[in-house]
Nanobody
Framework: QVQLEESGGGSVQAGGSLRLSCAAS????????MGWYRQAPGDQRDLVAA???????IYAASVKGRFAISRDNAKNTVNLQMDSLKPEDTAVYYC???????????????WGKGTLVTVSS
């Protein structure tokens, strides 16, 4: 059973930094891509950043230049370095992993339970 566990959330003042980590219970090279989503109260869950198995990152426009996603295949972790944090970055951050489907198996998506990031002004 695949499990994703986030860590590193907390409270920080605007302009500060946090580093989130997502530890997978399986070899992350089995995933086609992994990423981070966030959800603020009353809002939908939105993509923050993702990284393919080949290491190609994508970012939401709102975090580009401030956040950096990376993966450590040896440790089966995906990390999100968040710098220059803003109050609007306040949300629960969720780790996500996806496996593409094929003729014999539907696509599979996995989620962690989330970690809270609070940025005060």
């Amino acid at each position: 059973q695949v499990q994703l566990e986030e860590s590193g959330g907390g409270s920080v003042q605007a302009g500060g930094s946090l580093r989130l980590s997502c530890a997978a219970s399986v070899n992350i090279q089995s995933f086609n891509d992994m990423g981070w989503y966030r959800q603020a109260p009353g809002d939908q869950r939105d993509l923050v950043a993702a990284i393919t198995s080949g290491g190609s990152p994508i970012y939401a426009a709102s975090v580009k230049g401030r956040f950096a996603i990376s993966r450590d295949n040896a440790k089966n972790t995906v990390n999100l370095q968040m710098d220059s944090l803003k109050p609007e970055d306040t949300a629960v951050y969720y780790c996500n992993a996806n496996v593409q489907g094929h003729a014999l198996r539907p696509p599979q998506t996995y989620w962690g339970k989330g970690t809270l990031v609070t940025v005060s002004s």
